[in-house]
C-alpha cells in the first residue's frame, strides 16, 4: 500500500468514526434523553460536568478523531499545493498543532472541575 493510500486509509477511517461519535454526541444532547426539558437545560453548567465526568473518554476520541481527521487532511492538501517541497516543515508543523490541540482537548476532560453549587 502507498503512502498516498495510507492517507486516504486514515481519513476514510476518521470519517466513519466521526459519523458515530458525532451522532452519540448529537443524542446525548436529546432534552429527554436528558432529563430536562428544553436543549438549554442540557448545557446548565451542572449538566456539561456530568456528561464530562461519564463520557470523558468517549468525548476525548470524539476530540482527538475530529483533530486527526482534519490535520490530515490538512496535510494533504498543503502537500499537493506545494507539490511536496515542504513535506518535513508541513508534517512537523501539523504533528505540532495536534499535540498542542489534544493536549487542550485533554486538559479541558482531565481538569475539569464541579461548578459551583447553586443555592
Known sequence: MGSGSKK??????????????LTWHLV?????L?????????????EIYHEITAYGALLLLFAYTVLLHAFNGL???LLEWTDGKYNA????????LFFVFAGLAT???VGITPPPASG
Open 107 to 109: 486538559y479541558t476532560v
Open 28 to 32: 446525548i444532547r436529546v432534552p429527554a
Open 75 to 77: 496535510r494533504n492538501i
Open 89 to 96: 516543515l508541513i508534517t512537523g508543523t501539523i504533528i505540532i
Open 34 to 46: 436528558r432529563g430536562v426539558s428544553t436543549f438549554a437545560e442540557t448545557l446548565a453548567s451542572e
Open 8 to 21: 486516504l486509509l486514515l481519513q476514510y477511517t476518521t470519517a466513519i468514526l466521526l459519523i458515530f461519535l
